[in-house]
């Protein structure tokens, strides 16, 4: 299969590599490649005779306003550029729980993709993930002050970013489902635990204040907001947070 990845980041980068591996024609494009999705430069040649384009990008800014419009015009022109090229499969990734959050203009703005998605003239599959281990750390600086971090106790189940990249490459190379999959780690934590494992094993010295007001993308979080939708039959991904923080080690 030919097949069109935008965005070469942690999760791109990983995909193209693994479907590569497999024997497929493979290209990860992103700006240094001349691909600009909010413009539309650049983005029907690099679709033209691909059967499967996969969107893996993000903003590089997440103000309310400007993932917005990333989300909103990128989508917009990706899936024009598909239809007169004839692509036959387009690939999102999408965060679970995303509509659960309308409080946060990220979520508000990747509900917006998908729907675009969805009505859309390209059959599609929507992988909605739940957040990557390896971004705890970010969480944990996002919300450090004064040297202490300050996490919520609101529950994510997190999943390593191997794992996502395993199910992706499976949706990638079968049949459009024209619909949403939801993929999750094994374990539901809170954020604050998940900040408190990972300095034991990093040595990090901050302290860790379980704060329920302290958010997650400008929401308040529960327990259930960010963990696997009940009746979706989510695919659970076999990596611990705990195994991950060991090879970490």
Known sequence: MKIVIFGSGLIGSQ??????????????LGRADG?????????????EGADVVVDLTNSPSWSDEDVLAFFRDGTGHILAAE????????VILSIVGADRLPDSGYMRAKVAQEDLVKAGPIPYTIVRSTQFFEFVAGIADAGTTDGAVHATPGHLQPIASRDVVSHVAEVVTAAPQNGTVEIAGPEPLGIDELVRRLFLVTGDKRSVISDPEAGYFGA?????????????????????????LAEKA
């Open 220 to 244: 308040k979080l529960d327990n259930s907001a960010l963990t696997p939708t009940p009746g979706a039959d989510a695919w659970i991904a076999p990596t611990t947070y705990d195994a991950w």
């Open 15 to 28: 995909v193209a590599a693994k479907l590569t591996d497999a024997g497929h024609d493979v290209k990860a």
């Open 35 to 47: 691909i600009d999705i909010t413009t539309g430069t650049g983005i029907a040649e690099a679709v």
């Open 83 to 90: 239809e007169k090229a004839g692509v036959g499969h387009h």
